[in-house]
């Protein structure tokens, strides 16, 4: 059984290392950064694994890594004390992918095949193959914690696969030793490797040696006073934990004792990863005890729409040999939850009133997220609301503003806060629903999301004032005189309900429209034409249950008075013009499925207006 065994990467795996063997990128440097969050990794769940009370294999190995560069031989070799890998391990751990954004990530990667995505190779599970991008030949020797394992070896040059092979006598944990490719071999050297590994190495809570040199000196960041740290180590700690280059839009270092002790620094992404497609992120905010790694990424530390920071959390009302599996339904957590979601928060909220500029690049980023808890967290709903930015009518494109400060705005007897949802600005402005609201200089929230409408729905008032839909308004404009007596409307009404019969549920004449001739209204009281599009989109409402509008028309606009006139000495003609009337008021509301019959009829009307008389 003392066989070398060849085995072949998993397709993903080997895209990959194609990838990252074929490329040349600048950033090479973020291996050691991988390889030493591995180690870390690995020696964290044996410390854990120790203060849960279980059987390791040679208990008494100090935990550290060790690095040792040797130029003659052109060789990088890091050792770590950790839990060490089986050889099942090794197969599952270092020949598949499991993270579900992997797939999505390959694609960005070999379309881009930019530094940046790159960079990001630790956020997806593949952090170990960036050790290909400056190694002609990878060797794994580990023994697993685990007491009646033994050694095993990996090997592989990243192209034909990967072997492995027993190997005696080897002490608990990992060793790597990368061959390092001749455009690489200043790694082989000591000063080249320290550089790097001076960076993260603060933030790794074990020693770490460098040709038998301690490199760094064992303290976590969050627990020193804050005036005390560089902004430069905040950033570098980042790196490290976020795997991610590009300096963090904003971070939170707090410290609290009650109603938990809680010290945690919580970073802002600069860039939403799953608006770049690849995949619903996972939360990456390690939970700590006293500096003790309880759990990484921990899960249900925060709530779901959180998933986009970074960072850490140490609470020392945490027992320290609680399980990974009692954790999930502890109330402890449930407090710990809370009282994070709510701090952070706080924090954004004063982050947009002290610095708008940055908030605003934060909004920006990650305001699908804001908007997915405003739906779907009740308990911290009011808080959220507080911090989402829509453009409105009343400010230039591009400028937001928060529903507090429009409600600072609302006119007198102004009752409702008003938004009105479109594809872009300008539709939006163009929009015959805004017309009564220009009028009576009420301002309307834009929102060219379908999110948006969601929001909107789900919130249903601000500050004690409902959300209405600018289309569901009761909005009165009273001076309007001229256009057509209410008797003469009342007759045009009936005639068009005639015309139109089930394709309509009522035509009543409008009192809030100045520029249009007509617009169509949802006939369901809690529904918007936005909505509709979206649910249909969504096939929640088939196409069995028509649509139900009302029909609004303007009777002092020009089309609407001829019409009334033209239905008296030519009814058929009217008929076709009213039809037409209401296909366009369908087109602007999004509700017409066939414009075709719209384009049909509009020829026919044209073909008259220019026949000979
Ligand atoms: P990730 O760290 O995100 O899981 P990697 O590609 O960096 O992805 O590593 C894959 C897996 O290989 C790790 O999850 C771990 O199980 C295993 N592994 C890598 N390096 C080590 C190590 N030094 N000791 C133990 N296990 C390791
Ligand atoms: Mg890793």
Redesign the pocket.
Known sequence: MSQKQHHTFQAEIQRVLDIVIHSLYTDRDIFLR??I???A??LEKLRFLQSSGQPVHQPETALGIQLTTDDKALTLT?V?T????TRD?LVE??GTIA?SGSKAFLEKLSEAKEKTSLNLI?Q??????SAFMVATKVEVF?RSHQPDETGWLWTSDGAGGYDIEPAADLPR??R?VLHLKEEAKDYAESWQVQQTVKRYSNFVPFPIKLNDTAVNTVQALWTRPKAEIKDEEYKEFYEFIGHDSDAPLARLHFTTDAPLSIQAILFVPSRNSEALGLGKSESEVNLHCRKILIQAKAKDLFPEWLRFLKGVVDSEDLPLNISRESMQDSALLRRLNRALTGRFIKFLAELSDKDPETYAKVYQAHHRFLKEGAITDYDHRDGLSKLLRFESSLEPKDKTTSLADYVLRMKEGQKEIYHLSAPNRETAEASPYLEAFKALGYEVLFSFEPVDEFVFNHLNEFDGKPLKPAEKADLKLDDQTGGLSEDDARQLASFVKETLGDRVNEVVTSKRLVGSPAVVVDADEFTTATMRRLMRAMKQDTETTPVKVNLELNPRHPIVVGLAQLRTTDAALAGKVAEQVFDSARLTAGLLDNPQILLQRMNELLERMVAPR
């Open positions: 991988e390889l969050s591995n180690a990794d690995a890091l770590d950790g839990v060490g890998m391990d751990n270092l993270h630790g997806f599970g593949v952090g170990f193959y580990t944990g990992t790597i």
